[in-house]
């Protein structure tokens, strides 16, 4: 089962010709989710060929508009195309009342449900086939949340070998072995689905942080993250400055990453719009001084998420 994160816009604050504001879509086995929706996303959404309509949530951090600019414009799209199942927006209080006035003052044409949850308290926002999404809280000048996509452990390898052992028949006890269901075979023996299989394996998880002071809380909640996307939006000298403003630098992230046990990659993102693209590199090296594993994402950058085993 794929599982694919696109950066659709790697800025913050104010869009630049090569940086969209925040924002990222996750691409599970075909079904699309967006978390944050920065100006600029409908082009990268059209020049990634990504299937709009497929976005079944889209997850805010928060209401600033750096990071809720693009959705009027999305809502006005998915009403060109063939759009039968509805859409969920999930965010902080007040996403709902942006979403209402955008819709009444815009007088927008919507041909589909769409479905607003402000978040109530941390922990299970959305729940889909194999995976939930979960919210934690973050530091900021308004109330904003972090978010981890998680997939549910999978079964253990089958081992045909010790079903032949066992003498069951190749077919439909192989399969439902494999669903985790005990059998009984024709002479009155029952093989449980530990007699063939091995030990259930992790899924993947995909961790969302942005526009926040560095607490440690956020350690604990990305833990085991194979994609750590995380906002480095300054260098260490302008750590005070990033501090008055509930912002982290690209260190800060990467000590985050380093202390969490089993995280795979960090991947920086929410760029001050006045670091150049040579200055960016300088904001890597200081990242990658604590956590090795860290990258700049740019706009329309890709990073498959695999399966370990």
Same mark, same amino acid.
């Given at each position: &089962? ?8 790697? %800025? ?40 709009? *309509? ?21 809502? &006005? ?52 086939? %194999? ?56 002479? %009155? ?7 063939? &299989? %091995? ?48 912002? &982290? ?14 995280? *795979? ?15 960016? *590199?300088?904001?890597? *090296? ?24």
């Amino acid at each position: &089962m794929n599982l694919e994160a696109f950066i659709l816009g790697c %800025g913050g604050m104010m869009p630049l010709p090569n940086r969209h504001l925040t924002s990222v879509l996750l691409r599970r086995e075909g079904e699309l989710f967006l978390f944050d929706c920065g100006e600029g996303t409908q082009v990268s959404l059209r020049r990634l060929n990504l299937r709009w *309509k497929k976005i079944s949530v889209i997850f805010i951090s928060h209401t600033h508009a750096d990071h809720v600019t693009g959705i009027p414009g999305l809502l &006005m799209l998915s009403s060109q195309v063939d759009r039968d199942d509805p859409l969920y927006i999930i965010g902080p209080p007040k996403i709902a009342e942006y979403i209402e006035a955008s819709r009444r003052v815009l007088d927008m044409f919507i041909n589909y449900e769409i479905i607003v949850q402000e978040i109530a308290s941390p922990g299970v926002v959305y729940r889909g086939d %194999g995976f939930h999404v979960r919210c934690f809280p973050l530091s900021h000048t308004k109330p904003c949340y972090g978010y981890t996509l998680e997939e549910d452990t999978r079964p253990g390898e089958f081992h045909p070998q010790k079903a032949q052992a066992l003498g069951i028949p190749v077919g439909k006890l192989w399969g439902r072995l494999q669903k985790g269901e005990t059998v009984e075979l024709d002479d %009155g023996r029952k093989v449980n689905p530990s007699d063939v &299989m %091995g030990q259930p394996r992790q899924g993947r998880k995909f961790s969302f942080v942005t526009d926040s002071l560095a607490i440690p809380e956020i350690a604990t909640h990305v833990i085991g993250s194979d994609l750590f996307i995380c906002e480095g939006m300054f260098a260490r000298d302008l750590t005070e400055d990033a501090h008055s403003k509930k912002h &982290m630098t690209a260190e800060e992230a990467a000590k985050i990453a380093s202390s969490s046990a089993g995280l *795979k990659k960090l991947a920086l993102i929410h760029y001050s719009p006045r670091y150049t693209e040579y200055e960016l *590199k300088q904001v890597l *090296k200081e990242a990658q001084a604590i956590f090795p594993e860290t990258v700049l994402t740019r706009d329309r950058m890709v990073f498959p998420i695999e399966y370990v085993d």
